[in-house]
């Protein structure tokens, strides 16, 4: 799941600017001051979010809020931050905020459908992605089926799984995502040969995988008896990645 975090990170800089498709709380080109005052303090919170100053960014948000008490954006990013800081029951929160500000802010929808599969609410999580992909203004809606389908496959819904990854790759063909997303389905369901397939166009365009998707790389050559592309990952993973727990786990040779 931690990859789908860049994903998730992604699409929260871009739902500051509201391409979720949402209304409430944007300001318009005649909006008012404080709107915009609000809308450029939640981006600076998202900024200082991406690099981890959590302190400044929950700052940004304060300012944000004092400006425009009921800018839904606001609430979402908070609701990002506070989800790193473990403050859950305030983060969901902060989500449930934004979202009665702007129902059809497919952001915030994606966001917590992420917050909820981080803390093992998968069951209430899917929906909220599917929430987030209704909305036809919605620009990434690959991000949110892939997500929806990670979350799937972590309570064993594989068919359901699979059907996400698939409507994403039918929006965005190369998505990396949802390519790796269908690697590792596929190795789990057996089918290796497809699972190799699926790999192989996800690390066209993933040059530096992390080492959770290089002990897939491995794992599958295994199973396809292909002996030196398995010794070809399993060289970058020790290389690279010499304290993972995947590298313990080739060293054991598991």
């Not at 993933?206 to 002990?215: F, I």
Request: net charge neutral.
């Amino acid at each position: 799941m931690r990859s789908l975090g860049l994903a998730l990170l992604v699409l929260l800089l871009s739902g500051c600017a509201s391409d979720g498709g949402g209304s409430a709380g944007t300001p318009t080109e005649g909006g008012s001051r404080s709107q915009a005052i609000a809308k450029i303090h939640t981006e600076l919170a998202a900024a200082y979010f991406e690099r981890k100053q959590y302190g400044v960014a929950l700052q940004e948000i304060d300012i944000a809020l004092k400006a425009e008490s009921a800018y839904a954006p606001a609430f979402n990013v908070r609701g990002l931050i506070r989800t790193e800081l473990r403050e859950d029951e305030k983060a969901d929160e902060d989500f449930r905020r934004s979202l009665q500000l702007d129902k059809r802010d497919s952001s915030t929808h994606n966001n917590y459908g992420w917050f909820l599969c981080q803390r093992g609410r998968e069951k209430e999580a899917i929906p909220q992605f599917i929430e987030a992909v209704k909305n036809p203004l919605y620009t990434t809606p690959e991000t949110a089926y892939v997500n929806a389908g990670s979350c799937a496959k972590k309570i064993g819904r594989l068919k359901e799984a699979e059907d996400y990854f698939q409507r994403a790759l039918a929006r965005q063909p190369n998505y990396a995502e949802a390519l790796y997303g269908m690697a590792d389905l596929s190795f789990i369901q057996q089918d290796f040969a497809g699972a190799k397939s699926y790999f192989l166009r996800f690390i066209k365009d993933t040059p530096e995988p992390s080492a959770e998707r290089l002990w897939l790389a491995v794992r599958i050559e295994r199973k396809m008896g292909d002996r030196n592309s398995e010794q070809s990952y399993a060289l970058q993973l020790r290389k690279r990645f010499p304290d993972a727990r995947e590298t313990q786990l080739l060293l054991k040779g598991e």
